[in-house]
């Protein structure tokens, strides 16, 4: 993947995860989710676009929070909902665990 986001913050450390899983699928009970992201603005975990709720997504459309990775273990890759591009930062610092 190629960077050519134009969001990217000039300080690359992750924000504090707020949750082991999508955050509002947890508040409504369910854990019906498929792989998880992880908002690079505020920390919030939502759910990918191929689980039921697409709670990352609705999370871009309601806060505007552009920037986005998999906490997907293994995983490093970054999405922006904006540019509508993949890419990964090498030598970025690891997403963090709940």
Known sequence: MTNGCSHIPEDLAPPTVTADGCEDCLAAGNRDW?????CQICGRVGCCDNSPGRHATAHFNS????????????EEWWWCYVDEIGFEIPGAPPTPSY
């Open 34 to 38: 498929v792989h998880l992201r992880f």
């Open 63 to 74: 806060d505007g929070h552009a920037l986005l990775r998999s906490f997907e273990p293994g």
